[in-house]
């Protein structure tokens, strides 16, 4: 079993910047996919962008350039931060952890961007 707690979100005005944080904790593996996803009012929820134990990176295109996704794997937590923040990033963003054949899923943080 492995829980996810999300922290970092927050109301933020258009342009700024905000930087998220997700650690696991319980069993942990060495072989990993870990993900953020964002689900806004009214619509489904969608990657925003996910990385594995090897290092490789997936961005939407609507974030690409915008937001970097990083492990600190010590410390068994994944990051997002997120620059230039536009309102439709407006959403609850959820962590995600995929290892062996199970998945698992974060509380969920607030993140609005409004002015």
């Known amino acids: 079993q492995v829980q996810l707690v999300e922290s970092g979100g927050g109301l933020v005005q258009p342009g700024g910047s905000l930087r998220l944080s997700c650690a696991a904790s319980?069993?942990?593996?060495?072989?990993?996919?870990m993900a953020w996803y964002r689900q806004a009012p009214g619509k489904q929820r969608e990657m925003v962008a996910i990385?594995?134990?090897?290092?490789?990176?997936n961005y939407a295109d609507s974030v690409k350039g915008r937001f970097t996704i990083s492990t600190d794997d010590a410390k068994n937590t994944v990051y997002l931060q997120m620059n230039s923040l536009k309102p439709e990033d407006t959403a609850v963003y959820y962590c995600?952890?995929?290892?062996?054949?199970?998945?698992?899923w974060g509380q969920g943080t607030q993140v609005t961007v409004s002015s």
């Open positions: 995600n952890r995929r290892q062996a054949t199970m998945i698992y």
């Open positions: 990385i594995s134990n090897t290092g490789s990176i």
């Open positions: 319980g069993i942990i593996y060495s072989i990993y996919d």
